[in-house]
């Protein structure tokens, strides 16, 4: 039996690659002769910068920059200089799990500590540049990303707005007189993990707003600011992000660079098999194995869980996701060709200790399907 390992990582608890081992074992304890293949996963969010730089290599950087909340951070990036190319992963200079939860500021935080990453790489000679979206703290719509770039975001006043997007409602206009040429030189591509607009409904500020500590009145402020942040793209550069697919990746940070920098916006999943080989490890396989923290609704847009089903139906492969928490219904991944999906937890557990016991739970609820798959 060839059985594949293609999950993401379990945010907070597991990476990818931890879950693969925990996969693997249990599936070795049900089938000892199971040829395992594992192939960590990710969808532009965390991890993504592990999993790219695992299979096209590059030289790690290390920089102290601004945090969420500005809050000194270190973070990295990949950098290669043969190809003059860079990763840059949002997450790791700019995601939630900086901030205690204590302490988020859904209004005030921001991408500046991203951008100042970009810049190196540029700096350092990096033309392309892959900028892995998802995971953030905040809803600025890229603005503090692009200030660090030498965009300016101003108010009628002239002066220049404070970050974050508590204060987007007050933007004027976008002075980009300041932007150096290597900046507008560089080619920008962006790994999004979900399809969000930006506004509406379904927008950065109305789904992911809440995650990040904004309670009702201070979605309400957001959206306002992202709102007259897309109406004043519009007028600058001419290009309309409210309503693009994946605009609202990163609170926003999406449709800034799509404005701003013309980037290219790609599913960060499908980016990341592409790197790691997925598609060609799948074939002859009997069944595929994936999984995330949670399953829910937005896991059949743009997620690992969603494209490794897809190709698995595409070869006629049995796909089973394992999840730490499972929230129906999943009517959309059951169409894309999910075969199953369980749940790790063996009863009733606080958080943090789910978290500790992930690894044994992950390798138990795979020993159980793989005993099944044989049966």
Do not use: W
Not at 133 to 154: H, K, N, P
Not at 192 to 213: E, H, M, Y
Not at 302 to 329: D, E, H, M, N
């Amino acid at each position: 039996m060839r059985v594949v390992l293609a999950p993401d990582s379990f945010k907070g608890s597991l990476t990818a690659d931890a879950v693969c081992a925990a996969m693997q074992t249990g599936v070795l304890r049900a089938v000892p002769g199971a040829e395992v293949v594992r192939i960590p996963m990710a969808d532009g969010g965390e991890g993504t910068l592990d999993c790219v730089g695992a299979a096209t290599g590059g030289r790690e950087i290390r920089l102290d920059v601004e945090g969420p909340l500005g809050a000194p951070v270190t973070a990295r990036y990949l950098l290669d200089p043969g190809r003059a190319s860079a990763v840059v992963e949002l997450a790791a200079a700019s995601g939630l799990p900086l901030v205690d939860p204590a302490h988020r500021d859904p209004l005030r935080a921001d991408t500046t500590g991203t951008g100042r990453l970009v810049a190196d790489a540029i700096r350092r000679g990096a033309r392309s540049v892959l900028v892995c979206v998802g995971g953030s703290a905040s809803t600025d719509g890229g603005t503090g990303l692009l200030r660090a770039l030498g965009f300016r975001f101003l108010a009628a006043s002239g002066a220049e707005l404070p970050p974050g997007g508590g204060a987007l409602a007050d933007l004027d206009r976008i002075d980009t007189g300041g932007v150096p040429e290597q900046i507008r030189r560089t080619r920008f591509r962006i790994a999004c993990d979900v399809t969000n607009p930006l506004i509406g409904p379904r927008g950065a500020a109305a789904v992911f707003g809440p995650q990040k500590g904004a309670g009702p009145e201070e979605v309400r402020i957001l959206e306002r600011g992202l709102a007259r942040l897309a109406d004043v793209l519009a007028e600058r550069t001419g290009v309309a992000v409210h309503d693009v697919p994946g605009a609202g990746a990163a609170g926003g940070t999406c449709g800034g660079l799509l404005a701003l920098l013309g980037a290219e916006a790609l599913p960060g999943c499908e980016l990341v098999a592409d790197a790691v080989g997925l598609p060609a490890a799948l074939d002859g396989a009997d069944l595929v194995l994936t999984g995330e923290g949670r399953l829910d609704d937005q896991s059949a847009g743009g997620k690992v869980v969603s494209l490794v089903a897809r190709l698995a139906a595409a070869r006629g492969i049995p796909a089973v996701a394992l999840a730490g928490q499972i929230v129906p219904p999943l009517t959309e991944l059951h169409g894309l060709g999910l075969t199953a999906a369980f749940s790790i937890a063996d009863g009733p557990r606080a958080l943090a200790e789910m978290s500790e016991s992930a690894p044994r739970l992950l390798a138990a609820a795979a020993e159980q399907t793989l005993r099944l798959r044989v049966a």
